[in-house]
């Protein structure tokens, strides 16, 4: 009887086996900015300094030792975002603001970046945008906190809320690309143009995006992405709200597919 690599490791008392849940992000894919222990050599030999991978355990594997370097991901992510100074954004800023949610969420919201209040609270969207997108999510049987997770394309807020500039968007990406990668959500949920920008790398009129599903690649998976309007926006245009009810209809229709549901 042949058996397979695993079997015959397993059948030698050599388990646990750890497998990658898919493959690390490429080091060329990490700007060197944001890679764990920058400027290392050991960078091109993907040993610790790799961009960091989800990994999932083979089924004898211990959870604690899975649930520990996905944890370690996080806080190393969260520690850099804190003490980033990559952009000019950092200098008024009370503090940086990564995102808010379940690590294992299906579903992940981008916005823009954080106002007043975010940025004075450490969370996203916990204003009057934050309300209505509160109120959104409730529309389709979701919350803030459970299967969702809320980021945003800059982590640090824009002065006078302006909108964050393309180079800001670009320098914040890797960071956002990280997230993706350690959260690996079902379905992305675009709020806007700069996260449009943030996400997909487009500059078109929202209105000519919305409405088809988008992809967006993010260490080596093809998640689809829905377009709709900002929160902020549909406040002051409420008469749009009817087509982001269409927007959030059809990403819980993908979502109900993806799930075979
Ligand atoms: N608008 C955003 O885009 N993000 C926030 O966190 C708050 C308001």
């Not at 086996?17 to 992000?25: M, Q």
């Not at 370097?69 to 952009?87: K, T």
């Not at 009817?242 to 927007?247: G, K, L, Y």
């Amino acid at each position: 009887m042949k058996l397979s690599r695993d079997e015959m490791l397993l059948e030698m008392g050599l388990g646990p086996l750890w497998k990658l849940r898919r493959p690390p992000l490429s080091p060329e894919a990490v700007p060197a900015d944001v890679r764990p222990g920058a400027a290392s050599a050991s960078v091109e030999e993907g040993g610790p300094t790799a961009a960091p991978a989800a990994i999932e355990q083979a089924p004898c594997a211990p959870a604690p030792l899975v649930e520990a370097n996905e944890a370690e991901s996080w806080d190393a992510l969260r520690r850099e975002v804190a003490g980033c100074r990559a952009c000019g954004l950092c200098e008024q800023r009370q503090q940086a603001v990564l995102g808010v949610g379940d690590v294992h969420a299906d579903w992940l919201f981008i916005g823009e970046g954080p106002g007043a209040e975010e940025d004075r609270r450490g969370e996203p969207f916990v204003g009057p945008a934050g309300k209505l997108l509160d109120a959104m999510l409730a529309a389709i049987d979701l919350k803030r906190g459970e299967d969702v997770y809320i980021a945003n394309a800059v982590k640090c807020r824009p002065p006078n809320n302006r909108t964050p500039t393309a180079a800001e968007i670009a320098t914040c990406r890797p960071y956002l690309e990280r997230q993706v990668a350690l959260l690996q959500p079902r379905l992305v949920f675009v709020l806007g143009k700069p996260a449009v920008q943030a996400t997909l790398g487009l500059d078109a009129p929202l209105g000519s995006l919305r409405g088809r599903t988008h992809f967006w690649e993010v260490a080596g998976r093809r998640i689809p992405v829905v377009i709709s309007y900002h929160p902020a926006y549909l406040l002051r245009t409420p008469l749009d709200k009817a087509r982001a009810w269409e927007d959030l209809c059809r990403a819980r229709a993908l979502m109900r597919e993806a799930k075979g549901a």
